[in-house]
Structure formats: structure tokens, C-alpha cells
């Protein structure tokens, strides 16, 4: 699909969407922040221009919630923030902790077993989230990448099975190979069902897991229809990875980004242009202004 292409929108009064929008959901990284780990003027002032309009706009995102608030407080969010794909729902204002839904014990430390295994122990950075701090077993050089992107100081342990007097939000393995990032994708699919756990790629060299109720589809629900007591066709959605398809799918007008799969932007009903191009800011202005 071309960017900017429009597959199920070909006939849409733009008029008739932007009346019917009355939430936009925005990911982050690929979507709303580049290589420059920021909102760009040009995507903030489409933001900022919704908002104006009376459209609520949130953050749905794979980060940790500390990492995704500078984020959200840049944009003017007044909403809870979706944060570790809507693992962990919380209200920045009041603090209040909607949803924290965690990965078991039992599968944590059947993953720690997995990842350890003496072929891909080498391989992965792995990270653990746990109360909303990142723990790993040691600081390799993915994690310091991460955690300088992230602004986020890691915790390393050695053994990551000491951190499981909690349940981890999440669980991370980082690899430089995507080879190997898709291997394990493919083998803990098979091993898991996803009833069990869920497993996705936020970015090519990002294996995550999360609890199996926990996606962005599930958390932009939970936010549009239980919190604000909104409708399918009152959602718009921008993102640009396989952990937005779920989002993507639920809502009534779903955008993916220029730089997205075309997987995933096979599932959208409108291609903007890359994020560095500020395509967040063209699907706005397009649906919205």
C-alpha cells in the first residue's frame, strides 16, 4: 500500500470522522517519537490542535509507565496512561493504578529457564519489570542502548529469579539478530498458548511478554468504553508494530505509520507517512482538523 493510501477509507467523509472521533490513541516509539526520541513540533502542534477540538488524547505504549510519562505530560494528556502494552494502566493526575495486570511466578521462572539455555544465554539481554523498575542480570550493551533511550537506570541482580518475591509486569529479551528475536517469537509460541501468555515484538530486535489478557486492543477498550463510556466508531488509533495490531484492529479508525510492517499495515484502514516524515501529524490533520 502507498503511503498515505487509504485501503477501507477510499469513501470516508473526513468531515463525517472527525465529528464521530472523540478519542485519539497514539504508540509511541515509531509512531509519535523517531530517532531524535522526542514529538517533533509539527506532530505536538496536530496534538495540541486536536485536543483544541475536544478530542481526548492518550498514550497506549510497550514502555514502562516512568519512561512513557515525559510523553505523556508533553502532550497534554489528561488521561490515564496505557503503559507496558496496557499491562499497567495508571492515572498520572491522581496516581491511581487502574489495571496491573502481571506475568506468573511459574512462567517467569520457566522463561528464566528458557533464556538461559546455553545457546541463547550469550544471546539476549533480558529484562524484567517489576513495580515499575527495570531489573537485569547484567548491564550489556543493548541494555545501556535501552536504558539511555529509555531514561530509565537498570538494576542488575545476576540471578533475575531473586526479583520473583513479585510478579514481573513484563518480561523483555533484547538481541541484535532478529534471526534469533523471531526464533524465539516462533518456539515460545508454540510453547505457550495465548491463553497463557502473551507474546509480541514491539521493534524487530524487542521479544516482549506480558500476561495473556494484556494487549493495546484490550487497554484502549477498557479506556474508551468502561472509563469514558465511548463507542468503537468514537476511537482513532495511530501505531507502527506488531504490539499495535490488537489496537489497530479494535478501534474504529486505525492508522498505521509509513515506517510500520506491512503486516501491520495490511491490518490498518490508512498508511500516514513515516515518523519522521511527522505522519502522526498528517493522519491528524487528514481525520481530525
Not at 38 to 52: C, R, W
Not at 61 to 73: E, I, K, N, W
Not at 164 to 192: F, H, W
Not at 246 to 259: F, K
Request: aromatic share 8%; hydrophobic share 45%.
Amino acid at each position: 500500500m502507498q503511503k498515505g493510501s487509504a485501503r477501507h477509507l477510499a469513501s470516508i467523509d473526513h468531515q463525517a470522522a472527525a465529528k464521530d472521533i472523540k478519542l485519539l490513541v497514539l504508540d509511541i516509539d515509531g509512531t509519535i517519537a523517531g530517532h531524535s526520541n522526542t514529538v517533533s513540533p509539527g506532530v505536538k502542534q496536530a496534538i495540541l490542535a486536536a485536543q483544541a477540538r475536544g478530542i481526548q488524547v492518550a498514550i497506549a505504549t510497550g514502555r514502562m509507565y516512568r519512561s512513557a510519562l515525559r510523553f505523556h505530560q508533553e502532550i497534554g494528556s489528561i488521561l490515564p496512561l496505557m503503559a507496558y502494552q496496557g499491562a499497567w494502566i495508571q492515572d498520572p493526575i491522581t496516581q491511581k493504578i487502574h489495571r496491573h495486570w502481571a506475568v506468573s511466578r511459574e512462567f517467569a521462572h520457566q522463561l528464566i529457564d528458557y533464556f538461559e539455555q546455553p545457546e541463547l544465554r550469550s544471546l539476549l539481554s533480558v529484562h524484567f519489570y517489576i513495580n515499575d523498575q527495570l531489573y537485569v542480570r547484567e548491564l550489556t550493551r543493548e541494555t545501556q542502548i535501552y536504558a539511555q533511550r529509555s531514561g530509565i537506570i537498570p538494576i542488575p541482580v545476576g540471578d533475575l529469579r531473586q526479583t520473583l518475591t513479585n510478579e514481573p509486569t513484563k518480561i523483555l529479551a533484547l538481541c541484535d539478530d532478529t534471526d534469533v528475536i523471531n526464533q524465539l517469537l516462533g518456539n515460545l509460541r508454540r510453547q505457550y498458548t495465548p491463553a497463557e501468555l502473551y507474546l509480541t515484538t514491539s521493534v524487530a530486535t524487542f521479544f516482549e511478554v506480558t500476561n495473556a489478557s494484556v494487549n493495546k486492543g484490550t487497554a484502549v477498550r477498557y479506556l474508551a468504553e468502561e472509563l469514558l463510556g465511548l463507542q468503537i466508531a468514537n476511537v482513532m488509533a495511530i501505531g507502527d508494530n506488531f504490539n499495535d495490531v490488537e489496537m489497530l484492529e479494535y478501534v474504529g479508525l486505525g492508522v498505521a505509520m509509513g515506517n510500520a510492517p506491512e503486516e501491520v499495515q495490511a491490518i490498518a484502514q490508512w498508511i500516514a507517512p513515516s515518523v519522521e516524515e511527522d505522519g502522526a501529524a498528517v493522519a491528524i490533520e487528514k481525520f481530525l482538523l
